[in-house]
């Protein structure tokens, strides 16, 4: 066997279908082509239609196999029918991706029941609904892997973590509870935790170049982070090679939570 057969029966997803939230933008938009370039046939979920269209015909344009659903994931009936709507594309996930998020960050004295409930309802709730839905069956079948992408607010606060960091903490720990459930029926669970990433999401954060710069700072590599940099990352916990791999954080931040 040479090299390249070796790598790529190792880190191959061929036949395998993928579903990704939040993937038409971002860190969820870089692993969702990620997956599809490793084989995967993947649909992306996210509101925006446009957003949608454009990531899917890119990769289909690659010779990809790609799908696209629009859906509310800040409601349950929304996030049930996205799920569903994912499951007739390409049939019964494998690999399951939450990257849909929102960052909603007042200060705490500004935290309001509005703010909390949006968060939890999109951050922790949408995952969690989706878990119970495909997480079953990948058990049933003796293959899954369920990756989730939460935060380093989730371990550490600052910039006001508020309702976002709690998300991002009950999101891990959900994690956790998925892998106990699920990992001794060949259903890995892990979570994947950005640094500061110049994305959408963070929007107002990377408008302030001082902070920017600082962020960059508090890194070991000297730079924040890029969407492209989950991709090694993200094919790796959604492969065969990561089977004895669960409930694991893996921190994808260039050092920025050990400096």
């Not at 057969?5 to 191959?12: A, D, I, K, R, W």
């Not at 289909?60 to 409601?75: M, Q, Y």
């Not at 409930?117 to 003796?142: C, H, I, S, W, Y």
Request: glycine share 12%; net charge negative; with cysteine.
């Amino acid at each position: 066997m040479n090299a390249q057969t070796y790598v790529s029966e190792l880190f191959s997803l061929e036949g395998r279908v993928a579903v990704v939230t939040g993937g038409s933008s971002g860190i969820g938009r870089g692993i969702a082509t990620a997956l599809a370039h490793a084989g995967a046939a993947v649909t992306v979920v996210a509101r925006r239609e446009a957003e949608l269209r454009a990531t899917v015909e890119g990769l289909t344009a690659d010779g990809c196999r790609a799908a696209w659903v629009s859906a509310d994931l800040a409601t349950a009936e929304g996030a049930r029918a996205g799920a569903e709507a994912a499951a007739d594309a390409f049939g019964e996930p494998d690999i399951l991706v939450n990257c849909a998020g929102v960052n909603l960050r007042p200060p705490m004295n500004d935290l309001g029941e509005d703010v909390w409930d949006t968060t939890m309802a999109v951050n922790l709730k949408a995952p969690f609904l989706l878990g119970q839905r495909f997480g079953p069956g990948m058990a049933e079948r003796g293959y899954g892997r369920i990756i989730h992408v939460t935060s380093q607010q989730a371990h550490r606060a600052f910039v006001n973590s508020g309702a976002y960091g709690a998300s991002k903490g009950g999101l891990e720990s959900l994690a956790r509870s998925q892998a106990e459930a699920w990992s001794a029926h060949g259903v890995t669970v892990n979570t994947l935790v950005p640094g500061f990433v110049l994305t959408p999401l963070n929007e107002r954060l990377a408008s302030d170049p001082r902070k920017v710069a600082s962020l960059a700072a508090r890194t070991l590599v000297g730079r924040n982070g890029l969407a492209e940099d989950f991709a090694g990352a993200a094919v790796f916990l959604a492969g065969r090679s990561s089977a004895y791999v669960t409930g694991q954080s893996v921190f994808v931040d260039g050092g920025f939570s050990v400096h």
